[in-house]
T-cell receptor, first 111, second 118 residues
Framework: GDSVTQMEGPVTLSEEAFLTINCTYTATGYPSLFWYVQYPGEGLQLLLKATKADDKGSNKGFEATYRKETTSFHLEKGSVQVSDSAVYFC??????????FGSGTRLSIRP | DAGVIQSPRHEVTEMGQEVTLRCKPISGHDYLFWYRQTMMRGLELLIY????????DSGMPEDRFSAKMPNASFSTLKIQPSEPRDSAVYFCASSLGGRGLVMNTEAFFGQGTRLTVV
């Protein structure tokens, strides 16, 4: 069945460092891919999405490119801030319409 | 729109009691999802509905769990009887469908219900 695998956390970085959180997926057909962010005590919020191969999603300085050849959707940001500290989830939505999430990666940014 | 609304935000109950969690999706959305979040298992999809009809309940852990969607603006997740291992944060989310076979729309999440069974 469909699945999402993302890198284990926690990830701790210094402010202004470069961020990469890896995400790979397994799915039949042509899924849409998403990154969500969860701040403490809140629900998940959409960060960015890409709906077809080679699409790049971007928002708030974060980017991810839909790579069908490597079945990946890695999240990147060139310079992280303390306010980026949160849990990040990679997700896919297949033609079967369910939305499957990865296990989440906790990110902490040191001032 | 007020977004997805869940109630209650927090629930503490004793083992063996019935618990009912409630969700009001975003108006016009035709998909509704129930998820459970724990440290051990992460975010698990329990069940989802399309146009008020349950499509896949394979994630419902046991017969003690049941979910209903009597109309487009309301859904419930019931646990009866509750057990300590049911303690978790339960999220409801809603979305539009896509076009044809392309399901490219995101889900919008509620704030969650933190359930503690003692």
């Amino acid at each position: 069945g469909d699945s999402v695998t993302q890198m284990e956390g926690p990830v701790t970085l210094s402010e202004e460092a470069f961020l990469t959180i890896n995400c790979t997926y397994t799915a039949t057909g042509y899924p849409s891919l998403f990154w969500y962010v969860q701040y403490p005590g809140e629900g998940l919020q959409l960060l960015l999405k890409a709906t077809k191969a080679d699409d790049k999603g971007s928002n708030k300085g974060f980017e991810a490119t839909y790579r069908k050849e490597t079945t990946s959707f890695h999240l990147e940001k060139g310079s992280v801030q303390v306010s980026d500290s949160a849990v990040y989830f990679c997700a896919l939505r297949s033609s079967a319409s369910k939305i499957i999430f990865g296990s989440g990666t906790r990110l902490s940014i040191r001032p | 729109d007020a977004g997805v609304i869940q109630s209650p935000r927090h629930e503490v109950t004793e083992m063996g009691q019935e618990v009912t969690l409630r969700c009001k999706p975003i108006s016009g959305h035709d998909y509704l999802f129930w998820y459970r979040q724990t440290m051990m298992r992460g975010l698990e999809l329990l069940i989802y509905f399309n146009n008020n009809v349950p499509i896949d309940d394979s994630g419902m852990p046991e017969d003690r769990f049941s979910a209903k969607m009597p109309n487009a603006s309301f859904s419930t997740l019931k646990i009866q009887p509750s057990e300590p291992r049911d303690s978790a944060v339960y999220f409801c989310a809603s979305s539009l469908g896509g076009r044809g076979l392309v399901m490219n729309t995101e889900a919008f999440f509620g704030q969650g219900t933190r359930l503690t069974v003692v």
